[in-house]
């Protein structure tokens, strides 16, 4: 999902209809219904849940070492004797009989008797066991008795031995240790209850279809429910996954455009109402004023070239207010743009996204191994496959590539989701890759500030980049001459009263330039292959969702 806009009617988004809209308002409806009597139940659960320490017998002698924390122990204090704690990703056989204080969330609760209790705890994804049993004057039964009575996913504080169990632990993450438990507390109670289980969402479709095939049923969490409680969902091992691969993409976007001597700007998401032009925007009243949200910050990062930053990008919320339910379209989305002085070509930009991109995609898979395995556990994906020098398409070939295949398209028209997925298959073909750039659009689809081809004014000096067959990213050289930019716009239907400020940047001399923009939640859904975008957005936006 990029940035780049058109700010004409002669580009229209290619939309896909999943269902229709009043199908999916009665859903919505009935799903709404369905949280509200969830919600009341829960309420009566929580009236009941206990809060204060409390021992199964007040006649245990051991019952200092467990129970439920008072909100004034978990109040902060003055900091005295401030303990050190351990997290559970770093609980490694080296640490072999060391106490340790581990916080973690009660996944699982296995009694195994009067005398034996086994707690799954996890933290930030990564599990370890936690073995309870009953041993004179360190744990007694009333504790055992306690911690088997826990509700899951309930926060306990946890203190105890490392040790080495002689058989592999197949239960848990990589932590092949276990902890003796001399000490357990919780300090936030769980509902009895939850709306939906970890372990469900956590489920892949394999396993369920496996299920069936040998006449078992499993419980499959939809799309609707997950994003409902979203809370709960994103606790699952590839969601864990899923989001701090995003850190990363931002991360590296960040580090690399900083590194070639770009500077990060913030550019106002309030912005004049007619400013856009269509219908596409989300329109507001700003003071009296008419006002919308910025569908994308190319006026401003423009006009901030033009401020002399020479090279300059930005992170930061986009909205689109079209009326799309595909599988890669949202509402709302986390934009990674760009702009940039040229020099000679506008090669220069498709040079920066080539070497942008291949960095980012060799450090996601150096340093995100365990998060790409989490995802490919419930998701199961192949690598993405790139070149170490991106392919580059003229539009003409790519066009001519699809007639070869047997598909008929308008040359001088934009190319449909069902053209895009049909040509990166046959680039994966004929080139071995997944990741490349198609260029010299035709000028009529694309926007008003985009600069023709010396050679050919039907034709733009303009690109797309695609991975596994969707576009990603739009770029292109941008119109530096006023007067030009102004002709462009009004032979595209636009009021240039309306964009009067950005017009005047130009006219106190503007070097040539070019840039572009991409949708972080795509990238992350296409090197992931993701079936949905609603998957990598953390609380997704969409025509029909605006909660939690």
């Not at 469900?200 to 069936?212: G, K, Q, V």
């Not at 040079?351 to 996601?364: E, G, I, K, Q, S």
């Not at 991106?390 to 070939?397: P, V």
């Not at 797309?464 to 119109?479: L, M, T």
Request: one cysteine or more; aromatic letters at 8%; charged letters at 25%.
């Amino acid at each position: 999902m990029s940035s780049e806009i058109p700010l004409s009617g002669a580009q229209h988004p290619q939309v896909e209809e999943e269902s229709s809209k009043s199908t999916s308002k009665k859903a919505a409806k009935k799903e709404a219904a369905k949280q509200e009597k969830l919600r009341r139940q829960q309420e009566r659960e929580l009236a009941t849940a206990t809060y204060s320490i409390s021992a199964e017998d007040d006649n245990d002698p051991l019952a200092a070492n467990y129970g439920y924390v008072p909100l004034t122990d978990l109040q902060s204090k003055e900091e005295v004797n401030i303990r050190k704690w351990t997290e559970v990703g770093a609980l490694v056989e080296q640490l072999k009989d060391q106490h340790v204080l581990i916080r973690a969330r009660a996944q699982t609760i296995r009694p195994v008797s009067k005398n034996i209790a086994f707690v799954v705890v996890r933290e930030k994804g990564l599990t370890v066991q936690c073995v309870v049993t009953a041993q004179p004057d360190v744990v007694s039964r009333q504790m055992v008795k306690f911690v088997a009575s826990l509700s899951r996913e309930s926060i306990v504080n946890v203190e105890g031995v490392v040790s080495v169990p002689n058989d592999p632990i197949r239960s848990t993450t990589q932590q092949q240790v276990e902890v003796k438990v001399r000490k357990l507390y919780c300090i936030n109670k769980a509902l009895p209850t939850l709306p939906i289980n970890i372990e469900d969402a956590a489920r892949s479709e394999t396993e369920i279809e496996r299920a069936l095939q040998a006449g078992e049923q499993l419980v499959r969490v939809n799309q609707d429910t997950r994003l409902n409680y979203r809370v709960l969902d994103m606790r699952t091992p590839a969601n864990q996954g899923i989001f701090r691969i995003q850190s990363q993409v931002g991360n590296i976007f960040r580090q690399f455009l900083l590194s070639e001597g770009f500077v990060e700007i913030h550019t106002p998401k309030l912005i004049a109402g007619s400013s856009e032009g269509g219908a596409s925007v989300f329109k507001l009243d700003y003071k009296g004023k008419p006002a919308c949200l910025a569908q994308s910050p190319q006026l401003h990062k423009q006009m901030a070239i033009c401020g002399d930053f020479g090279r300059v990008f930005e992170i930061g919320p986009v909205f689109r207010a079209e009326d799309s339910y595909t599988h890669r379209h949202l509402c709302e989305f986390t934009g990674l743009d760009v702009e940039m002085e040229i020099k000679n070509h506008y090669s220069e930009v498709m040079d920066m996204v080539d070497r942008l991109f291949v960095t980012m995609f060799d450090a996601l898979n150096e340093n995100c191994n365990k998060e790409l395995e989490a995802v490919g556990r419930q998701y199961p994906f192949e690598p993405l496959k790139y070149l170490r020098q991106t392919l580059r398409l003229r539009f003409e070939e790519g066009i001519q590539m699809l007639k070869d295949a047997g598909v008929e398209i308008d040359p001088y028209d934009d190319l449909n989701t069902e053209a895009e997925r049909k040509l990166g298959q046959l680039v994966l073909e004929k080139y071995g890759t997944e990741f490349y750039i198609l260029h010299r659009y035709p000028l009529a689809v694309r926007p008003f500030y985009t600069m023709p081809c010396y050679d050919d004014v039907k034709y733009s000096n303009s690109f797309d980049v695609f991975i596994r067959g969707e576009e990603i990213i739009s770029g292109a050289q941008r119109v530096h001459l006023p007067d030009f930019l102004t002709e462009r716009a009004q032979a595209c239907d636009i009021d240039v009263s309306t964009i009067s400020t950005y017009l005047d940047s130009f006219r106190y001399g503007a070097p040539p330039h070019g840039g572009f923009g991409v949708g972080l939640e795509r990238v992350v859904m296409l090197f992931c292959g993701l079936n949905n975008i609603r998957k990598t957005s953390l609380f997704p936006r969409d025509p029909l969702r605006i909660a939690p």
